[in-house]
């Protein structure tokens, strides 16, 4: 089993910061890809930014120069700064991690029970 436990979320007002965390924990192998995407009431899921066991990362066009992605391989932890915060950004902010389980050969796509984070402006 692997269980990813994200933290962080809560109410902050416009122009404000929240740092998001997300610990991948049980029976994993290697991990991949590590992400976060949000879901605001009414709308699908929608990818916020995403990062490579390289490093590499990538954000939508909405978030670029507000948001950090960043991760620790070593900690299997991923992370997600919010800065210069604006009503549009709130939503539940649900961690992802591909990963090998330990055992297993396949890619297999996780996801965390998700985070509220409210905007106020």
């Known amino acids: 089993q692997v269980q990813l436990v994200e933290s962080g979320g809560g109410l902050v007002q416009a122009g404000g910061s929240l740092r998001l965390s997300c610990a991948a924990s049980g029976s994993i192998f290697r991990l991949n890809a590590m992400g976060w995407y949000r879901q605001a009431p009414g709308k699908q899921r929608e990818l916020v930014a995403r990062i490579t066991s390289g490093g590499s990362t990538n954000y939508a066009d909405s978030v670029k120069g507000r948001f950090t992605i960043s991760r620790d391989n070593a900690k299997n932890t991923v992370n997600l700064q919010m800065n210069n915060l604006k009503p549009a950004d709130t939503g539940v902010y649900y961690c992802?991690?591909?990963?090998?389980?330990?055992?297993?050969?396949?890619?297999?796509?996780?996801w965390g029970q998700g985070t509220q984070v409210t905007v106020s402006s």
């Open positions: 992802n991690a591909d990963l090998w389980s330990i055992g297993s050969s396949h890619l297999s796509s996780y």
